[in-house]
């Protein structure tokens, strides 16, 4: 006689919580009438073990990233950042129908979003879900900043969308990529450091990045160790000096 051995029962994988407003406002958002939309920064360790690069081209800025300090460390907002990653990556139609939905309300007609108070465009998909939300809602503005040259190159830029803007920021790994015409923003260590070399800061306001005369300069938050670690330079100095001493190694003399 066989002895019929009971199969365990299937576990049912249980829907991921979704957050039930995805867009945000910081207070400086919020003094703008700005709404953000934020991933964690640089890269993070999902609850599930999985880890996710948020910002593939980032480079010096990565050691002085204010987003990864302060009130970012908090486990609530860490855990509120790594949800809305998840969102992204398990379910970018469901993430991408929910945005629509929101984006319709008044509230955000003629108004802005900020694309990423932290993090990237970290993948095409990522990346030409956006651009699909930019053409559903034509009367959203939206604007970032961004490392992702090549990305832009090759899905932003031969067609952009008329109600986004974006401008290049300094500190990453494609910065030997950018272009005369380029709008670019730099972080500098102080407003002096900005006028100095010839920027003009949006200290004032964020939308001055987009609106605003270029280059665009940026004032480092007041973080001691981050202000000691770019030493007087701004990021696309210190990233340039970091670019020159990798190609040394590779091609010595």
């Avoid at 900043?145 to 401008?167: D, G, I, Q, S």
């Avoid at 950018?178 to 450091?193: E, K, N, S």
Wanted: proline share 8%; aromatic share 10%.
């Amino acid at each position: 006689m066989t002895t019929a051995v009971a199969l365990p029962t299937p576990t049912r994988r249980r829907r991921p919580r979704r957050p039930e407003q995805l867009l945000g406002q910081n207070s400086e958002m919020r003094a703008e009438g700005v709404w953000n939309w934020t991933l964690p920064a640089l890269a993070t360790r999902l609850p599930d073990g999985r880890t996710v690069n948020t910002c593939p081209a980032a480079g010096v800025c990565g050691l002085a990233c204010y987003a990864r300090s302060g009130a970012y460390t908090f486990p609530n907002v860490v855990a509120r950042h790594q949800q809305n990653l998840m969102y992204v990556l398990d379910d970018l139609t469901g993430w991408q129908r929910q945005m629509a939905a929101e984006l319709a309300h008044p509230r955000h007609a003629g108004g802005w979003v900020r694309i990423h108070d932290a993090g990237d465009f970290f993948s095409d998909h990522y990346l030409s879900a956006w651009l699909r939300l930019m053409a559903f809602r034509p009367a959203v503005s939206f604007y970032c900043y961004t490392k992702e040259l090549t990305r832009f190159r090759r899905l932003v830029e031969p067609a952009p969308p008329r109600n986004f803007r974006w401008v290049i920021s300094r500190g990453g790994k494609e910065d030997h990529l950018i272009r005369p015409g380029d709008r670019v923003a730099d972080v500098f260590p102080d407003d002096a450091a900005i006028r100095a070399a010839g920027y003009h800061s949006q200290d004032a306001s964020d939308l001055l990045a987009v609106l605003g005369p270029a280059p665009v300069g940026i004032p480092a938050n007041n973080i001691p160790h981050f202000k000691k670690r770019m030493a007087g330079r701004s990021f696309g100095e210190w990233q340039a000096e970091q670019d020159a001493r990798r190609a040394a190694r590779r091609h010595p003399r």
